[in-house]
């Protein structure tokens, strides 16, 4: 009672790779998990029936965030001096 069995559904069509005969299933807790052992896709069915994709961290790393591109931004150095004038030495 370790590791629930791993079957091979044939004629299952990964929906990720499109490739026939690579998906396995398995039940654990009552939610049927499937997963593609060509790309290394997975999701699990929920009660309703629903895919659930999921995320394998081992093989997914999820895509850094882009920097901002400076070229994108409008050049505003150029503020009214004026209001960077908010102490007067003088009063
Ligand atoms: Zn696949």
Partial sequence: ???PPKRFIAGAVCPACSRMDTIRSWHED???HRECVECGYA???DER???VPRELDTRVTPAAPKPADPQVQPVKFFVNPRLKKDADPQS
């Fill in 1 to 3: 009672m370790s590791t």
């Fill in 30 to 32: 009552g939610v049927m």
């Fill in 43 to 45: 999701d699990s069915l």
């Fill in 49 to 51: 029936g629903n895919s």
